[in-house]
């Protein structure tokens, strides 16, 4: 069974992007995340990450079919 919850690295490995983009899709609110613990470690939910994908995929195919790309 896969975790309910992503660290900002494991997000970063799977978007294969740098940590500190990561944290900014976060912190940006594009990227749905909660704060955990007494440190506040950034949390995603796997079910979040996968909608922020497929709105990517959708906003991707909208500049397409739109010739913005």
């Known amino acids: ?6 660290t900002l690295a494991d997000v ?20 749905p995340a909660i704060q955990v613990g ?3 470690q950034w ?3 796997a079910s979040e990450l ?3 994908i497929q709105r990517g995929y ?3 195919q909208e500049k397409v079919q ?3 790309l």
Do not use: H, W
């Not at 069974?1 to 992503?6: E, G, N, T, V």
């Not at 970063?12 to 990227?31: D, F, K, P």
């Open 12 to 31: 970063s490995e799977i978007l294969n992007v740098s940590s500190t983009q990561a944290y900014a899709l976060v912190r940006s609110g594009e990227l």
């Open 43 to 45: 949390r995603v939910e």
């Open 50 to 52: 996968e909608a922020y």
């Open 1 to 6: 069974m896969a975790p309910r919850f992503l």
């Open 38 to 40: 007494g440190r506040g």
């Open 66 to 68: 739109s010739g913005q």
């Open 58 to 60: 959708k906003l991707t």
